[in-house]
């Protein structure tokens, strides 16, 4: 299987190819980029060695055309115009967030423009959604933000042990911002401090997790989303937490909704810690009750670049194209 990848020089690029190097159905076609088209992919991605001399091409259909699945890693609002012209018959998995809100309202409100349409969206782990993307052609890969609170939380809404008004908190690494040169992420901004941003539910990903737990709370949920940048590459730690309607034995309840899940991993013995899941496709959580406060608090780690990006875009593939879900990933992380 010939796949290409768009945006080969970001971080979601590299990722994607550091895991699809060790997917034994899969061989490496075109790669392309924007400005830094034209160099070799070894000068972006030092850590790709067996790609190192792989020449980038520019980001045209022309280039991407041609292969059985092709990824695109691009800022927002490039994929659309990529991926109308790439055929019917290829899958294409769109890492930006171009497909992902049903709501037209919330496409104009969060981003604007013309919206490209909504795509199966590539959290298998959340009902319904690996029967939709078995045999689809078009994936819309989640924001790295609502992977890890949409699974923190869906447990309990589908159990309907909580209120559907939800607050969530996320510390990120900076690679969640991508590679472009941001002056707020220069290292002596970053290091040895956090700190918050988009607070006040102004964060773009706030209307994608109220979707993924409106559709399984199975009414509106509210969500108070406030991203924390900290001084590390990559992880998320997620914390979140909603009201108790009832007593329940919310560990079992969390144990059961993912016994079966191959990525998903419940603890029981300690909390989870962003180093354990790096480099991993694992999200680590756990579940327990603030009897004080009468509020579920559910605490959940993961890599956002691989299971919050790259790493739920391979698994997506491989459940749309009827490969196991798990080839070409694991749950091993690098540690300390
Ligand atoms: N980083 C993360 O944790 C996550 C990222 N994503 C999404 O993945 C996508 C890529 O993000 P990320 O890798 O972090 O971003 P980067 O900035 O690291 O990479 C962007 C890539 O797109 C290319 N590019 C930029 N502008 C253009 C253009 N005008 N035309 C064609 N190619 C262009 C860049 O090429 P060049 O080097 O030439 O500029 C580069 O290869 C985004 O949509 C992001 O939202 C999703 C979830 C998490
Ligand atoms: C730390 C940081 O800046 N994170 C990014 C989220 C990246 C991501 O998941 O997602 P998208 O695909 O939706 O861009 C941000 O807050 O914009």
Known sequence: MRIAVGGASGYAGGELLRLLLGHPDVEIGALTAGGNA????????????????????????????????????LPHGHSAAVAKELGPDTLVIDCGADHRLVD????????GGEHAGTWPYGLPELPGNREKLTGTKRIAVPGCYPTGASLALAPALLAGIVEPDVVVTSVSGTSGAGKSLKPHLLGSEVMGSASAYGVGGTHRHTPEIAQNLGRVAGTTVTVSFTPVLAPMPRGILTTASA???????VEEIYREAYADEPFVHVLEDSWPATAATLG???????????????????????????????GAAVQSMNIALGLPETTGLTTVGVAP
């Open 38 to 73: 034209g160099t070799p992919l070894g000068r972006h991605q030092p850590h790709l060695l067996p790609l190192a001399d792989r020449v980038l091409a520019d980001t045209t259909t022309e280039n991407l055309a041609g292969h059985d699945v092709v990824f695109l890693a």
């Open 104 to 111: 037209q309202d919330d496409w104009n409100r969060w981003y």
């Open 243 to 249: 009201r108790l309607t009832e007593d329940s034995d």
């Open 280 to 310: 991993s496709n694992a999200v680590q959580l756990r579940a327990t009750v603030d009897r004080d406060a009468h509020r579920l608090v559910v605490v959940a780690a993961l890599d956002n670049l691989t299971k919050g990006t790259a």
